[in-house]
């Protein structure tokens, strides 16, 4: 398997299985809509040379931000905005797709800079109550979430589908589910978060429950067409918590449910925690779990290389790639590998470039 081969998900055909996965920005414009000062020239950039780019974590509620600095897709001014990003990324060549998220305990934060950055943020700042399975605190000196009553729950999977109808009407052509990193489908996931004896808790299948039904909703929003990818935390890296045993199990049910592919990330559920590091580290998730339950599966985690996702490829251990910050400092990577995904000036700059560095430098027009 190469890395420029076409990757096939439902009816969209990601030209290469190279993508740029969600990372949050923390830029929004007022109203959590996207800046198209910022989001539009950040977006088209980053779509040259590859097969899908991931919008970062866009809130289907606003209890459901991390940050007031988040993009929102809760009502439809948001996904007319965002329209305008999905169109830049298609522009390029790339499938646009758009990760929805809920903060669930993890909401009410700052952004991860500057002086108190990455902190809870206080009320009087502009903070509310963040939403959790149970009222345990993300951290220390974070706020106590309120236990989710069932019309809230209920109500978290309908803003989900909501979303997700709102992006398909903006021209996203895939939507991923964050159910990693602490925030609300993998909270209710883990027992470290989810101390619930309700339906929602006390055993696996009630543990898994929100993330099943939430994976339901959004693939009747999506229809029969277009591909629902879910980012999995696939272990917590602290005791008593989700395994990757956990993991295993439950992708062949979401499978069932309606998912595509599976984002293969880990941790987040709570601090401290200490994680492994070093190059490709999350990979053998999405081999592991592509091995054992014939889901197809992306892995991330420090790729920083194409030869590195070339050989993650080649050795089967996922069928697609996502490399996060490398592009997002060196997003002209995938053309310098293959200059015809390029536009025309930049494939002149590229040919340019190589002719430099041979020594033989052509005219300038």
């Known amino acids: 398997m190469d890395l420029f081969t076409p990757l096939r998900l439902r009816e969209v055909e990601l030209r290469n299985r190279l993508g740029l996965p969600a990372m949050s920005t923390y830029q929004a414009a007022p109203g959590n809509l996207p800046d198209p000062r910022w989001h539009l020239p950040h977006y088209q950039t980053r779509s040259v040379g590859m097969g899908l780019v991931l919008v970062e974590a866009t809130a289907v509620a606003p209890e459901g931000l991390a940050t007031p600095d988040d993009l929102g897709l809760w009502d439809d001014r948001q996904a007319k905005a965002l329209a305008e990003v999905a169109d830049v990324i298609?522009?390029?060549?790339?499938?646009?797709?758009?990760?929805?998220?809920?903060?669930?305990?993890?909401?009410?934060?700052?952004?991860?800079?500057?002086?108190?950055g990455d902190a809870p943020l206080a009320e009087a700042d502009g903070g509310w109550t963040p939403l959790g399975p149970s009222p345990l605190p993300f951290a220390d000196g974070y706020r106590e979430p309120a236990k989710m009553t069932l019309q809230q729950i209920v109500r978290a999977v309908d803003q989900f589908a909501e979303a997700a109808e709102r992006a398909v009407t903006a021209g996203f052509r895939a939507v991923e589910l964050h159910a990693g990193h602490g925030r609300l489908l993998h909270s209710f996931l883990s027992p470290i978060a989810n101390q619930r004896t309700d339906t929602y808790g006390s055993t696996y299948g009630g543990r898994t429950l929100l993330l099943r039904q939430t994976v339901r909703a959004v693939r009747a929003a999506l229809g029969d067409e277009l591909p629902l990818v879910v980012r999995m935390s696939c272990c917590d890296f602290l005791p008593g918590g989700w395994t990757l045993d956990d993991t295993v199990r439950l992708i062949p049910l979401l499978a069932a449910d309606g998912a595509d592919l599976i984002d293969c990330t880990s941790g987040g559920i709570a601090r401290p925690e200490t994680r492994p590091t070093g190059p490709c580290w999350q990979a053998p998730y999405a081999a592991t779990i592509r091995h054992k339950t014939g889901v197809p599966t992306a892995a991330v985690g420090k790729i920083t290389t194409l030869e590195q996702a070339r050989d993650l490829l080649a050795d089967g251990t996922c069928d697609l790639v996502l490399m996060g910050r490398q592009l997002l400092v060196d997003p002209m990577l995938p053309a310098r590998s293959a200059?015809?995904?390029?536009?025309?000036?930049?494939?002149?700059?590229?040919?340019?470039?190589?002719a430099a560095g041979d020594g033989h430098l052509p005219p300038e027009l």
């Open 90 to 116: 298609a522009a390029q060549g790339a499938v646009p797709g758009v990760q929805l998220s809920h903060a669930g305990r993890k909401a009410s934060r700052t952004r991860p800079w500057g002086e108190g």
């Open 339 to 354: 200059p015809d995904l390029a536009p025309a000036p930049y494939r002149r700059a590229l040919a340019t470039t190589a």
